[in-house]
Each structure stands twice: as structure tokens, then as C-alpha cells.
């Protein structure tokens, strides 16, 4: 078999294992009452019917999971439920695919070429990492407290994967391209010319936020404060070009109008017009880790074994996630969204419904995958001490044991 054919079948067949293993985990999940794909396959679709499709779009204006769910059952006349699992396996392939991209894209801009079976496996662990889970921790069960990069019970979280991931890369490509005139992108040709990728993100941040806005949550607000950050740094040290980079300030702002205009319409539909399922509830601050509390006797801890990987990544190298576009905004997403996880919440009887802890996991995301494609580049580091391997090989380690965890959660959701 050719090297190019060997790759193909080395990418394919974790991206079919994980439709196979996301379609399950809906057609396992649906059946009890409690789960989200219950709630979002028997309460909110049949909302979308012609007849009263304004008032299904007024409790879920996050649609883009529903309309596609809808559309693959109409066009090949199959069961819901089947069609729900179709749509949640696209959707996991999709972030997949991307996850595999960003890899290639980031170990090709150092080093050249990497083996695509790798970097496939890479992919695939971080489509499935869980957090670690210990029942004598009293942290809550598999997935609450800790919380997860990779919600996979959630169809509406998991749509947004790809999307924001591809937001990360375009703005990552676009700072740097603003920095400096011979930057070549890492994963995007913006030394072509910069401004169709600002149309670009401005398309995929919306679809991000028809898919859930909690990603744009926590991301427009990271963009916002480090460039809005660096603009002042420029204005105090006088620099010539501070007036050019607010500029780019205002474009890059222009790209989020869009979606910030439909996140004003969701809440309006949401929590104005009487969509959010006839509650009366609204946003509110909380006491620190009010709601969070909720979920697990011990944040620090939750934290830690949700963040285990990407916190052990960050004490070996600090100076990268300080210093780098790619760090410093993944970094500031998760602090962003830790900040709304910890304050916000919801009035009334949805105040457990946590919503506000959903931005964190976007972060969360960010974290995990930035942390991932620093250690692919550590680990073909020529200079390396021999304290920085055994960092390195301990990385990857706390990385496997993660992944193990997220087939472990799976199986607890396919045994019931």
C-alpha cells in the first residue's frame, strides 16, 4: 500500500470510530429522561414544526445542531433518534478533522512532516479526553465539577467544536500577519493577504454562536482584552504603529458584530420574550462559585482533575503560554470563562441548570488543544535536558490516562 494511501486509512479510521462511538452515546442517552439528547430530541424538536417553528427557535435559538438534526431526518426519512446520531457523529468527525489539521498544520510550520497515524491518535484523545475520576474524591461523578473539554453528552456544545477551533486558528494567523509583514501563517496564508480571513472569521464566529454562544462568550471577550491590552502597552511606550493597531482593533471588532448581534437576539428570545421554557428567571451575579458549588464540595480539586494535563503543561512551560498569540488566547478564554463559571448564573429554579459554566468548557477546549500541540513540538526539541523528557513523557502519560477516562466515561453511558 502507498505512503499516501497508508495516511488516508490511518486518518479515516479513528474519524469512523468516533461517528460509530457518538452515534451510540446518542441512541444510548436518548432513552433516559433526564439527558440533554432526551430534552433536545423529545421536547425541543418536535418545537421545530412549521406550524410553531418561531416558538422552538425562541427556546433553543442555539439551532444550527437542531435545523441540521431536522434536515437529515426529512431529506432520508429516518427515525429522529437516528438521525440525531447521524448528525452529533458529523459534527464529532467534523471537530475532529479540524483537531487533525491544526496538528498537521502546527508540526509542519517547525519541523516538516509528521506521521499522520500519530497525529490522527493525537486527535482522536482529544476528541474523547474526560476528566480524571475518583469516587472517593466526592467531586461529583464522571463529568460534573470537574467538567470537560469534551461534553459529549451535550449535542449543542460538541457542534461548536470545530467552529471555535477554526476561530482560534484565524485569529492566531490574523495577529500575527498584523505584527509583522513577513509572518507566514501557521495555519492560513495570510501572507496572501489578510482580509478575506477577517470575513472568514467573522462567518464561522457567527456559526459558532448559532451552534451555542458560550464559545463566543468567553473568546470575544479574550480577543477583546489582550488586543485592547496591547493598544494601551503601545499608546504608554508612544510606539509609531499604536495608531495602525487600533485599527486592526476596530476590524477585528467588526468581525464580531455579527455575532454579537445574534448573541443579543438569543438572550432577547431567551430571557425577554419568554423562550427560556416560560421561566421568569435572568442573569445575575452569584456569590463566588455559587453555582459551581452546586456540582462538587471542592472547585480547587474539580479543577484539577479537569485541567490535569493542560496545568501540568503549563508548570513545564510557562513562558510559552505568556508569551505566544496561540497561548496567551487560550489562556485568556479559559480565564474568562473560569471568571463566568465562577460568578454568573440564573435566577430562580435555573440557577442548577449552570449555564454560565458552559463558556468555561469552551475554554477548557482551547487549553486542552493548545497544551496538545506545544508538547508535539517539545517533544522534537533537539535541546532538551533530560528533566525536560521526563516532563515530556510524563505530559503525554497524564494525556493517556485522560483519554482512558474518556472511555470510561463512555462505557458508563453505554452500560446505563
Not at 497544551?371 to 493517556?400: D, M, P, Y
Request: hydrophobic residues 50%; positive net charge; glycine residues 8%.
Amino acid at each position: 500500500m502507498e505512503k499516501k494511501n497508508r495516511d488516508y486509512l490511518a486518518i479515516a479510521i479513528p474519524a469512523v470510530v468516533l461517528f460509530f462511538l457518538t452515534s451510540k452515546l446518542v441512541l444510548t442517552d436518548v432513552e433516559y429522561v433526564l439527558s440533554d439528547y432526551n430534552g433536545h430530541i423529545r421536547v425541543y424538536l418536535p418545537m421545530f414544526a412549521p406550524e410553531h417553528w418561531t416558538n422552538g427557535w425562541m427556546a433553543v435559538p442555539y439551532c444550527l445542531w437542531h435545523v441540521c438534526t431536522l434536515l437529515i431526518h426529512n431529506v432520508l426519512r429516518i427515525p429522529v433518534e437516528n438521525a440525531a446520531g447521524i448528525c452529533s457523529g458529523l459534527f464529532a468527525v467534523f471537530g475532529y478533522f479540524v483537531t487533525y489539521w491544526m496538528a498537521q498544520c502546527t508540526v509542519k510550520s517547525v519541523r516538516g512532516e509528521e506521521n499522520s497515524t500519530k497525529l490522527a491518535l493525537v486527535a482522536f484523545g482529544l476528541s474523547v479526553v474526560q476528566p480524571l475520576y475518583f469516587a472517593w474524591l466526592n467531586a461529583g461523578n464522571r463529568y460534573l465539577g470537574p467538567f470537560s473539554p469534551n461534553p459529549m453528552h451535550n449535542p449543542t456544545q460538541m457542534c461548536v467544536r470545530g467552529f471555535s477551533l477554526l476561530c482560534f486558528c484565524l485569529v492566531v494567523d490574523l495577529w500575527g500577519a498584523n505584527r509583522d509583514a513577513a509572518y507566514r501563517g501557521i495555519f492560513f496564508k495570510v501572507e496572501n493577504g489578510a482580509k478575506k480571513y477577517y470575513l472568514y472569521l467573522a462567518v464561522v464566529l457567527l456559526l459558532s454562536t448559532i451552534a451555542k454562544p458560550t464559545f463566543a462568550e468567553t473568546f470575544i471577550p479574550a480577543v477583546g482584552f489582550l488586543m485592547l491590552g496591547e493598544w494601551i502597552a503601545k499608546l504608554v511606550r508612544k510606539a509609531p504603529d499604536a495608531g495602525k493597531y487600533f485599527k486592526s482593533c476596530l476590524t477585528m471588532l467588526g468581525c464580531a458584530v455579527p455575532a454579537l448581534a445574534y448573541i443579543l437576539v438569543q438572550f432577547l428570545a431567551y430571557f425577554i420574550w419568554g423562550g427560556s421554557y416560560g421561566s421568569d428567571g435572568g442573569l445575575i451575579l452569584t456569590k463566588p462559585f455559587e453555582v459551581w458549588s452546586l456540582f462538587t464540595e471542592n472547585v480547587i480539586l474539580s479543577v484539577a482533575l479537569g485541567m490535569a494535563f493542560p496545568i501540568l503543561m503549563i508548570l513545564m512551560d510557562a513562558q510559552y503560554y505568556l508569551r505566544t498569540d496561540s497561548g496567551r488566547l487560550a489562556l485568556a478564554s479559559y480565564a474568562i470563562g473560569f471568571a463566568e463559571a465562577a460568578l454568573l448564573g440564573e435566577s430562580g429554579i435555573k440557577l442548577s441548570h449552570a449555564d454560565f459554566i458552559w463558556p468555561m468548557m469552551s475554554g477548557m477546549l482551547l487549553m486542552w488543544t493548545v497544551c496538545t500541540l506545544r508538547l508535539l513540538i517539545l517533544e522534537h526539541t533537539n535541546s532538551r535536558t533530560k528533566t525536560q523528557q521526563c516532563f515530556i513523557a510524563g505530559a503525554w502519560f497524564v494525556f493517556v490516562v485522560h483519554v482512558i477516562y474518556g472511555f470510561a466515561y463512555l462505557a458508563e453511558k453505554f452500560a446505563g
